[in-house]
């Protein structure tokens, strides 16, 4: 969809949109992210017309919701470089436990669930990256050394495989140390027996892998270039990437233009890819099968970053407070008072 | 009686969100035709490059490129749609050239039996805009202007600047939806958001240039073959200033006076800093170049707070590298 749509769309905003997207969620969702609201730092759950359920208050800035997909359990975690991650149940926002990161280690914001265990990307302080393992109840079991930095998004993509994000890229609080000679890749690695399967590296070296998503077991990463300064010489690169064949294979090409060679969150299902960029305030949707774009707009959505799907359904939010979905054609777009941080996820009522 | 009075209530209410709403959209307004204004005047003074002789008047070719350039700046750090639809990022400026590739394609170019206007835009970055024209006119290996390549560079940018004018109303700088009661917040923060870009890029070059091994990072610097690095700065910085004290009317007063004070600051260095970068040597003005740009620093970051205070307007909540 290109803008004179969006526009005819937009102008649509409405009871009656409220009315056509509440027909398309069969089942209830609970949307849950985090953000910032008048100063504090929070936990935050709408329905799917952008009504809010609760909000409950985090002790600094988060980054990233995981769930456990056989119960209500999420796990909330702090942006990196941060020190604590908190299980609550979905429904309610009740803390279950909370933790702070093992002795002289931090967070890098993102986690997930596994049929026995969390997994939560984790640094030392020279920010060499490992999984910390926990037991579903948040006790920390053990580490799995990654031999890299900069691990970021992780994701399960079966019971026991995991796939790992790894940047490359060595900081001290939030400052790149090694952006001249950083080796980014994607890590497989299997909990049940602690062993790294797999190592993929991307052909082009400047390009950092910072996000990925897993949909039935097939994996697409996301890509960034953190040195600004050579984005003349990478305009034509790839940024989003699937694991085909044992490698990762360039599948789509964000228009450097607008996305700015910068991806803050992808989700993907069987028929749609999402992107955001949140420094082109865009929002980018593909065609799976095809690859080919169907929605590219830039500065309609102001800060635009956390996605999720669901039926059929893309729903995304952004910095300055407000959320949307899309059902087919028709846009819907509330306000809340909260400023949303990267991510968001899907729960299910 | 009663009724009456909870009318009042109501359509006071609605009249101060009213008045609020105008303001937001009105201040956007101004910042758009702010933006406009500076399409408008790059395109009349690349216009006289066209029309000046390169034999006898190079005095006001000089005069013009910088003219239209200095305009140029003023939009050349935003997220306007209409220029990255057309892909016309690279069309008018070539910066930074880490590798003085601007010499290098240069040569080549004018190696070449015979060059217009869409040569030019068959070629690369390089050879195209503001850079390529100032190789003309100041690059010490041009003995005399080549006149052919002047005016091929310079119809090529007014091409673009054509097609940029004729679908400015297409990609609207600003979406007419965000000048809606509705959305207006958006628009505001839109706005907000390409003068935070411009601070951080002006900011941006000026760290580039002062450093210890600036003379071996030559070509970091803005327009270093014209030696008009600082003008142009200057110029940078005075658009930025305008376009904050448009949209700073929104803020409260309290917040109007803080801007104030550092803008009235930064005017204070911008006439007490040379033209001519390598004037801050020979004038020992390195520690104001450092103030300059500590006070640049501290406005972008009192812009971002008084913003997020006054309008719960985030600037690049979500865009840090790495997450």
Same mark, same amino acid.
């Given at each position: 969809?290109?803008?004179?749509?969006?526009?005819?769309?937009?102008?649509?905003?409405?009871?009656?949109?409220?009315?056509?997207?509440?027909?398309?969620?069969?089942?209830?969702?609970?949307?849950?992210?985090?953000?910032?609201?008048?100063?504090?730092?929070?936990?935050?759950?709408?329905?799917?017309?952008?009504?809010?359920?609760?909000?409950?208050?985090?002790?600094?800035?988060?980054?990233?919701?995981?769930?456990?997909?056989?119960?209500?359990?999420?796990?909330?975690?702090?942006?990196?470089?941060?020190?604590?991650?908190?299980?609550?149940?979905?429904?309610?926002?009740?803390?279950?436990?909370?933790?702070?990161?093992?002795?002289?280690?931090?967070?890098?914001?993102?986690?997930?669930?596994?049929?026995?265990?969390?997994?939560?990307?984790?640094?030392?302080?020279?920010?060499?990256?490992?999984?910390?393992?926990?037991?579903?109840?948040?006790?920390?079991?053990?580490?799995?050394?990654?031999?890299?930095?900069?691990?970021?998004?992780?994701?399960?993509?079966?019971?026991?495989?995991?796939?790992?994000?790894?940047?490359?890229?060595?900081? *001290?609080?939030?400052?790149?140390? /090694?952006?001249?000679? %950083?080796?980014?890749? =994607?890590?497989? $690695? +299997? !909990?049940?027996?602690? #062993?790294?399967?797999?190592?993929?590296?991307?052909?082009?070296?400047?390009?950092?892998?910072?996000?990925?998503?897993?949909?039935?077991?097939?994996?697409?990463?996301?890509?960034?270039?953190?040195?600004?300064?050579?984005?003349?010489?990478?305009?034509?690169?790839?940024?989003?990437?699937?694991?085909?064949?044992?490698?990762?294979?360039?599948?789509?090409?964000?228009?450097?233009?607008?996305?700015?060679?910068?991806?803050?969150?992808?989700?993907?299902?069987?028929?749609?890819?999402?992107?955001?960029?949140?420094?082109?305030?865009?929002?980018? *949707?593909?065609?799976?099968?095809? /690859?080919?774009?169907? %929605?590219?707009?830039? =500065?309609?959505? $102001? +800060? !635009?970053?956390?996605? #999720?799907?669901?039926?059929?359904?893309?729903?995304?939010?952004?910095?300055?407070?407000?959320?949307?979905?899309?059902?087919?054609?028709?846009?819907?777009?509330?306000?809340?008072?909260?400023?949303?941080?990267?991510?968001?996820?899907?729960?299910?009522? | 009686?009663?009724?009456?009075?909870?009318?009042?209530?109501?359509?006071?209410?609605?009249?101060?969100?009213?008045?609020?709403?105008?303001?937001?959209?009105?201040?956007?307004?101004?910042?758009?035709?702010?933006?406009?204004?500076?399409?408008?005047?790059?395109?009349?003074?690349?216009?006289?490059?066209?029309?000046?002789?390169?034999?006898?008047?190079?005095?006001?070719?000089?005069?013009?490129?910088?003219?239209?350039?200095?305009?140029?700046?003023?939009?050349?750090?935003?997220?306007?749609?209409?220029?990255?639809?057309?892909?016309?990022?690279?069309?008018?400026?070539?910066?930074?050239?880490?590798?003085?590739?601007?010499?290098?394609?240069?040569?080549?170019?004018?190696?070449?039996?015979?060059?217009?206007?869409?040569?030019?835009?068959?070629?690369?970055?390089?050879?195209?805009?503001?850079?390529?024209?100032?190789?003309?006119?100041?690059?010490?290996?041009?003995?005399?202007?080549?006149?052919?390549?002047?005016?091929?560079?310079?119809?090529?940018?007014?091409?673009?600047?054509?097609?940029?004018?004729?679908?400015?109303?297409?990609?609207?700088?600003?979406?007419?939806?965000?000048?809606?009661?509705?959305?207006?917040?958006?628009?505001?923060?839109?706005?907000?958001?390409?003068?935070?870009?411009?601070?951080?890029?002006?900011?941006?070059?000026?760290?580039?240039?002062?450093?210890?091994?600036?003379?071996?990072?030559?070509?970091?610097?803005?327009?270093?073959?014209?030696?008009?690095?600082?003008?142009?700065?200057?110029?940078?910085?005075?658009?930025?200033?305008?376009?904050?004290?448009?949209?700073?009317?929104?803020?409260?007063?309290?917040?109007?006076?803080?801007?104030?004070?550092?803008?009235?600051?930064?005017?204070?260095?911008?006439?007490?800093?040379?033209?001519?970068?390598?004037?801050?040597?020979?004038?020992?003005?390195?520690?104001?170049?450092?103030?300059?740009?500590?006070?640049?620093?501290?406005?972008?970051?009192?812009?971002?707070?008084?913003?997020?205070?006054?309008?719960?307007?985030?600037?690049?909540?979500?865009?840090?590298?790495?997450?």
């Amino acid at each position: 969809m290109h803008r004179r749509e969006l526009l005819k769309y937009s102008i649509l905003m409405g009871s009656l949109n409220l009315l056509n997207c509440s027909k398309a969620i069969k089942k209830e969702v609970l949307i849950i992210g985090s953000g910032k609201l008048n100063n504090k730092w929070v936990l935050s759950a709408i329905n799917s017309t952008g009504h809010t359920l609760y909000q409950k208050k985090l002790p600094k800035r988060a980054h990233h919701i995981s769930k456990n997909k056989n119960n209500s359990h999420g796990l909330v975690i702090a942006r990196r470089p941060g020190n604590y991650a908190r299980l609550f149940d979905s429904k309610t926002g009740q803390t279950i436990k909370e933790i702070n990161a093992p002795n002289n280690h931090f967070f890098f914001g993102h986690s997930c669930f596994s049929k026995n265990n969390i997994i939560i990307s984790c640094g030392d302080q020279t920010s060499l990256g490992k999984l910390a393992i926990y037991d579903l109840a948040l006790n920390f079991e053990y580490f799995i050394e990654l031999n890299n930095y900069g691990p970021h998004q992780i994701e399960l993509i079966n019971n026991n495989q995991i796939a790992v994000a790894v940047g490359g890229l060595q900081t *001290i609080e939030r400052k790149i140390l /090694n952006m001249e000679d %950083f080796k980014s890749e =994607l890590i497989i $690695v +299997d !909990v049940s027996i602690n #062993t790294i399967i797999n190592r993929y590296k991307l052909a082009n070296s400047k390009l950092s892998i910072r996000h990925l998503h897993t949909h039935n077991s097939k994996v697409i990463v996301a890509a960034q270039l953190p040195d600004r300064d050579t984005l003349f010489e990478n305009l034509n690169t790839a940024l989003i990437y699937e694991l085909k064949d044992n490698q990762l294979k360039a599948i789509i090409h964000p228009n450097w233009n607008t996305f700015k060679q910068y991806i803050a969150s992808i989700s993907f299902d069987d028929t749609h890819l999402i992107a955001t960029s949140p420094k082109g305030h865009t929002l980018g *949707i593909w065609s799976i099968s095809d /690859n080919a774009i169907l %929605f590219d707009t830039q =500065l309609s959505f $102001v +800060d !635009v970053a956390g996605i #999720t799907q669901f039926q059929n359904t893309a729903f995304w939010s952004t910095g300055l407070g407000y959320s949307s979905s899309k059902y087919n054609d028709v846009i819907i777009t509330s306000k809340q008072e909260i400023h949303w941080d990267n991510h968001w996820n899907t729960f299910y009522v | 009686m009663r009724n009456l009075i909870q009318f009042s209530v109501i359509f006071f209410s609605l009249f101060t969100l009213q008045v609020q709403a105008t303001a937001i959209t009105d201040s956007t307004k101004q910042f758009e035709t702010k933006v406009l204004g500076h399409i408008d005047l790059m395109n009349t003074h690349t216009a006289k490059l066209m029309n000046l002789s390169c034999d006898t008047q190079k005095d006001k070719l000089v005069k013009n490129w910088k003219i239209s350039y200095s305009h140029y700046l003023a939009i050349s750090y935003m997220d306007l749609e209409v220029i990255t639809k057309n892909s016309l990022n690279y069309s008018f400026s070539f910066w930074p050239d880490k590798k003085n590739l601007i010499a290098q394609k240069m040569r080549l170019l004018l190696s070449a039996a015979d060059f217009t206007d869409a040569y030019i835009d068959n070629s690369s970055a390089p050879v195209k805009g503001y850079q390529a024209i100032e190789y003309l006119l100041f690059d010490d290996s041009q003995k005399q202007i080549n006149c052919q390549a002047l005016k091929a560079i310079t119809q090529n940018m007014l091409n673009n600047i054509t097609l940029i004018t004729s679908q400015i109303d297409q990609f609207r700088i600003i979406k007419a939806e965000f000048l809606t009661t509705q959305r207006e917040i958006e628009g505001a923060s839109i706005a907000f958001n390409q003068i935070s870009n411009h601070l951080s890029a002006i900011i941006k070059k000026v760290e580039s240039i002062t450093n210890d091994k600036i003379h071996e990072k030559l070509y970091f610097s803005d327009a270093w073959r014209s030696k008009q690095a600082l003008y142009f700065h200057k110029h940078n910085v005075n658009h930025a200033i305008k376009y904050i004290q448009i949209m700073s009317v929104l803020l409260s007063k309290q917040n109007q006076k803080i801007l104030q004070t550092q803008i009235t600051k930064l005017n204070k260095q911008l006439t007490q800093l040379p033209n001519n970068y390598f004037d801050i040597y020979t004038q020992n003005k390195e520690t104001l170049l450092f103030k300059h740009l500590a006070t640049l620093k501290k406005l972008s970051k009192t812009l971002s707070n008084v913003i997020l205070a006054d309008l719960s307007i985030t600037l690049g909540f979500n865009n840090s590298d790495g997450d």
